[in-house]
């Protein structure tokens, strides 16, 4: 038998739906609040930011939403993604487990931001939207959001992670290439940019910061609109696609999966794959254990509280009940920049919360290790997000090493590492060290989560 062992779909067999679990939750989310009133946001207190098409997705209650053609369209450039088991890895660990990894570095940009990307500008464009603007950490986002905006012919413009932007040339000129205008952020282009650079002028930014200087430019302008590449129900909501397509897939080879890791960062890649597979155990057809892994440096659901906070760090979006380290936190500066956010998709602490999924912190050297069995035996070098999910799919690997169980594990390799090869770098030297997150500084973010009476 071949070492290799890829499950594809035909691309007629691609999904044509996302899926909406809010409707299937044995309690719906609390909703976002309006910061000024305390009352419930409503369409009206987001219509500054998104498009309506976005903001009904946002509030919706229908479990399936169709998907355009036009978006399909695009879609095809790269779906229906591959399906591999990980027959090589197995072997290296000697373990008894099925490990299945649903690959989404096969997009334009090398991860799975683009299936959120190509519907919001889509939906933009339909109603008349000039400018988009937007926040990049590791610079993933930032580049899937300036390949979609080529799609469709919007204008884009990213104010990158000050960190990143100097640490990752290479992920600017991806943006540059498809048209993108790139700010290293904290930016002398916003009110709150420059206060933060004349404090301090080698600030070295945060996610928290760039959205807020990206909603602010949104705003000031009726042509212009913000997008969000995590966290929100919409954005969920796109990622759908991966879990639908994974079900289609193990199906086509028989398997339904034990147990589903997936790293968390805002939660999409996450919630992408995993609320399909949700909603087949909350129907009693399986019962895989779904878990979250985040980064002991940035632990918003292990060690956070589940709180209403702000999305940003100015404080310019609607409240959002969420586990949440502080929208004044600041993580370290771990490799995995995609992973390095306060806050959480509310729909992910919300399952999280009933219990319906479980989340563990993992160290990045134990990831990076695990990288490397993955890099050596599986061929593809994984981005630094997913390295947690690789760490954790091998921790359960080896406890069916140990205990003799064939448990079937699925992950998703959300993007590759090609543009972070810097990250390698340092772990390969020996250079790499673990960063805890301190009890006290833990305590000290914490107190920028606002008090509700
Ligand atoms: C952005 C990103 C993440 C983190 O975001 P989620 O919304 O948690 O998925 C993880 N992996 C990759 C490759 C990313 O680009």
Redesign the pocket.
Known sequence: MSNYTKILLEEHEMPTRWYNIAPDLPEPPPPPLHPGTMKPATGDDFAALFPKALIEQEMSQARYIDIPEAILDVYRLWRPSPLFRARRLEKLLDTPAKIFYKY??VSPA????PNTAVPQVYYNAQEGIRKLTTET??G??GS?LAFACAQFGLECEIWQVAASYRAKPYRRTMMEIWGGKVYPSPSDRTEFGRALLAENPDHPGSLGIAISEAVSEAVTDSSVRYAL???LNH?LLH?TIIGEEALLQLAKVGETPDVLV???????????LAFPFLREKLAGKMNPVIRCVEPAACPTLTRGQYRYDFGDTAGLTPLMKMHTLGHDFIPEPIH?G??R?HGM?PLVSHVYELGLVEAISIPQTECFAGALQFARSEGIVP?P??THAIAAAIREALACKASGEEKVILTAL??HGHLDLAAYDKYLSGEMVDLDLSDADLAEALKSVPVIA
């Open positions: 989404e570095g090398g991860s799975h931001k950490g590791a993933q986002w899937s590449g995590s966290v954005v990622q997936g790293c968390t960062g805002g939660g999409s890649n996450f919630g992408g995995a995609g992973l956010y998709a981005a997000e997913p959300c993007g």
